[in-house]
């Protein structure tokens, strides 16, 4: 499991055909990509499983936990993304609710455009 942010202050400013705003580039790819929005409300829960290839979950509002041991827990927030390799165990929780865009693709590297960051360890079971 890798961190990294798609904040505001990890982007540019795009000032291109007289535009005034700041792009934070996620990821792109050549092959299919499937890519969807999850909304989980109070006590939501993606249970633990396999990802069935490359995931980057990207916390778009609320906040929760993720995991892929089910022993640590790590915090996630707005602008945070998560990404995991194919076959690895992982799941994401959450108490008050979050809405997150997920992207699943074979040839993810999220690495290429967004920094890497270090996660907040919750410690929570």
Known sequence: MKFFTFNKESGKNISKFNSDFIMSRI????SAASIGCMHLGE??????HQ???????????GEG???????EYFKVQ???AVFWEKDEW???KTAN???AIVIESGELDPSSFMPNITPNSKGER
Not at 43 to 48: F, P, Q, S, T
Not at 51 to 61: E, R
Not at 65 to 71: A, F, H, P, Y
Request: hydrophobic content about 40%.
């Open 27 to 30: 990821v792109q790819t050549n």
């Open 43 to 48: 006590n939501g829960l993606i249970g633990y």
């Open 51 to 61: 990802a069935v290839g490359p995931q980057l979950l990207l916390i778009i509002s």
């Open 65 to 71: 936990l993720v995991s892929i041991d089910r022993e």
């Open 78 to 80: 707005p602008g945070v």
């Open 90 to 92: 992982h799941e994401t």
């Open 97 to 99: 609710g979050l809405t």
